[in-house]
Nanobody, 124 residues
Framework: QVQLVESGGGLVRPGGSLRLSCAAS????????MGWFRQAPGKERELLVA????????VYADSVKGRFTISRDRPKYTVHLQMNSLKPEDTAVYYC?????????????????WGQGTQVTVSS
């Protein structure tokens, strides 16, 4: 079983920054797709960024492109999400996800494994 654990959430002022981390264990990720998602109360879980663990193209949601950046620490099986210029509307629970795939995966329902989520609150 693949296990994913998010960390790094918290309270931040508008315009501030946070870096989220997602540590994976239980399986190698050479043929996996991964993504970061968020879900605010009463809203659908939305894609923020999708990658392939082995590298290649990266897809960002329009709402975060230019502000959020994904990175990978392959020896530690960890992915990070650097979030800059945060806005109150970024407030949500943030999740990392993974699934076996040789292509990018952009829909939440297509992911097999999920972390527990980490709360990000941007105060107004």
């Amino acid at each position: 079983q693949v296990q994913l654990v998010e960390s790094g959430g918290g309270l931040v002022r508008p315009g501030g920054s946070l870096r989220l981390s997602c540590a994976a264990s239980g399986r190698t990720f050479s043929n996996y797709a991964m993504g970061w998602f968020r879900q605010a109360p009463g809203k659908e879980r939305e894609l923020l960024v999708a990658i392939k663990w082995g590298g290649g193209n990266t897809v960002y949601a329009d709402s975060v492109k230019g502000r959020f950046t994904i990175s990978r620490d392959r020896p530690k099986y960890t992915v990070h999400l650097q979030m800059n210029s945060l806005k109150p509307e970024d407030t949500a629970v943030y999740y990392c996800a993974a699934t076996p795939s040789n292509v990018l995966v952009t829909r939440a329902r297509d992911y097999n494994y999920w972390g527990q989520g980490t709360q990000v609150t941007v105060s107004s």
